[in-house]
T-cell receptor, first 115, second 108 residues
Framework: DAGVIQSPRHEVTEMGQEVTLRCKPI?????LFWYRQTMMRGLELLIY????????DSGMPEDRFSAKMPNASFSTLKIQPSEPRDSAVYFC?????????????FGDGTRLSIL | RKEVEQDPGPFNVPEGATVAFNCTYS??????FFWYRQDCRKEPKLLMS???SGNEDGRFTAQLNRASQYISLLIRDSKLSDSATYLC?????????FGAGTTVTVRA
């Protein structure tokens, strides 16, 4: 079975550029999460979608960050304009609809470097 | 105070040894508990769920103490491939709270 698929795997870009990260959750999963991981702050939840609707975006750092989920099989996280402090690994995760206590399954992550 | 606190380690153990570590969590209303494993430059992967009665999965044993709000993981007969960072994860509603991880290094 295909797991959570993220693209790109790596992104290097200059500050000020727009960055778009993509995620395809596991088929049948109705919850989707975007995380950011850094050495200093560990894993942080950025935003949570349930049935394509954003439920909690309190972790989104600032207005430069936005996320969408136009359908059940696709989500994007966009940073515009990007800054060097946005450099991190961004993970997408999904979980099944059988209750809120299900473990989440993570994609391989996007390693983002902003120069 | 962090929601989930873990001893960062590292725990350096020889092959075949037993290693155990735990974590504490602050939200007494937490509903479910997990251990995830993360290898260097990889994504977190579910190792096992943790139940109040304690549970085993091969060489791994997890325990949950709700009264004291701590979770433990024990690895028996450790293998080189067990070298990783182990993340203690606590769930309240939909939200997972991750510990910073305990690093385990198994040496030959």
């Amino acid at each position: 079975d295909a797991g959570v698929i993220q693209s790109p795997r790596h992104e290097v870009t200059e500050m000020g550029q727009e960055v778009t990260l993509r995620c395809k959750p596991i088929s049948g999963h109705n919850s989707l999460f975007w995380y950011r991981q850094t050495m200093m702050r560990g894993l942080e939840l950025l935003i949570y979608f349930n049935n394509n609707v954003p439920i909690d975006d309190s972790g989104m750092p600032e207005d430069r960050f936005s996320a969408k989920m136009p359908n059940a099989s696709f989500s994007t996280l966009k940073i515009q304009p990007s800054e060097p402090r946005d450099s991190a690994v961004y993970f997408c995760a999904s979980s099944p609809p059988t209750g809120s206590n299900q473990p989440q399954h993570f994609g391989d992550g996007t390693r983002l470097s902003i120069l | 105070r962090k929601e989930v606190e873990q001893d960062p380690g590292p725990f350096n153990v020889p092959e075949g040894a037993t290693v155990a570590f735990n974590c504490t969590y602050s939200n007494s209303a937490s509903q479910s508990f997990f251990w995830y494993r993360q290898d260097c430059r990889k994504e977190p992967k579910l190792l096992m769920s943790v139940y109040s009665s304690g549970n085993e999965d091969g060489r791994f044993t997890a325990q949950l103490n709700r009264a004291s709000q701590y979770i433990s993981l024990l690895i028996r007969d450790s293998k080189l491939s067990d070298s990783a960072t182990y993340l203690c994860v606590v769930n309240y509603d939909y939200k997972l709270s991750f510990g910073a991880g305990t690093t385990v290094t198994v040496r030959a």
